[in-house]
């Protein structure tokens, strides 16, 4: 219970701050508002293959909202001074990392929540009838990007492309669940089920895994260059 409540004050020091100046939720935001009416005027609705390319579009949307977040997660902290007195408490450096991530995680599925009802208007998708799956899918992606994306943030803070290096070296690695949910949203959009994209979906989850362990314990290193 002890190491929960530690997790959980990083996240609400995340929370507080975020609520107070809204630059991480308000960034994140506009950018997939912008995408989103911007795309709408380039396609009809309604071909198979176009439903496709809406998978895709819905989900760069998302990842570049992510990384617009990921950004200003470590910076707000270097900015305050307060890595530094996270740095001091005496507490596991993996504990920081999950509250990061978990905080990062939070807001991206906000902007998730606003985001899917206005892509369903724009492209007039009845995104609704399979959100349970979709969600599913939507969260199992966010994790395997959010993990990676945390760790890189971190590590990216004290140097001066940071904004230019993050997505260059976290897209590379995030492929596999970028490719995974695209395929699986967009079989989701033509109305497929649960068993067209098991397949999908194991890769996800085994990807998520993999990221979220090799990311705590590689972050003590990271965190203390």
């Known amino acids: 219970m002890n190491t ?96 990061k991530l978990i905080g990062n995680l939070l807001f991206l599925l906000f ?21 349970p799956l979709l969600s599913l899918v939507i969260f199992l992606g966010i994790i395997g990007f959010i993990s990676v994306g945390t760790i890189l943030s971190a590590m990216s803070v004290n140097t001066r492309m940071r904004e230019v290096l993050l997505p260059i070296l976290l897209f590379p690695i995030v492929v596999p669940v970028l490719i995974a949910c695209v395929k699986s949203t967009g079989k989701i959009f033509l109305g497929l089920g649960l068993k067209e994209i098991s397949g999908w979906l194991k890769l996800l989850f085994a990807f998520d895994i993999i990221y979220v362990i090799v990311c705590y314990l590689t972050f003590e290193y990271v965190i203390e260059e």
Request: neutral net charge; charged residues 20%.
């Open 111 to 131: 902007v998730v929540l606003l985001t899917l009802p206005i892509f369903s208007i724009f492209f007039n998708l009845d995104i609704f009838k399979h959100f």
């Open 4 to 99: 929960l409540k530690k997790i959980w004050l990083i996240v609400q020091k995340d929370l507080i701050s975020e609520l107070r100046s809204k630059e991480i939720f308000s960034s994140m935001f506009i950018f997939v508002l912008v995408v989103t009416i911007v795309f709408n005027f380039s396609f009809e609705i309604g071909e198979e293959k176009i439903l496709n390319i809406l998978a895709g579009i819905l989900w760069v949307a998302l990842l570049f909202a992510g990384v617009l977040g990921l950004n200003r997660s470590f910076l707000l902290e270097k900015e305050k001074d307060c890595l530094q007195g996270l740095m001091l408490c005496s507490v596991d450096r993996g504990l920081i990392y999950f509250g």
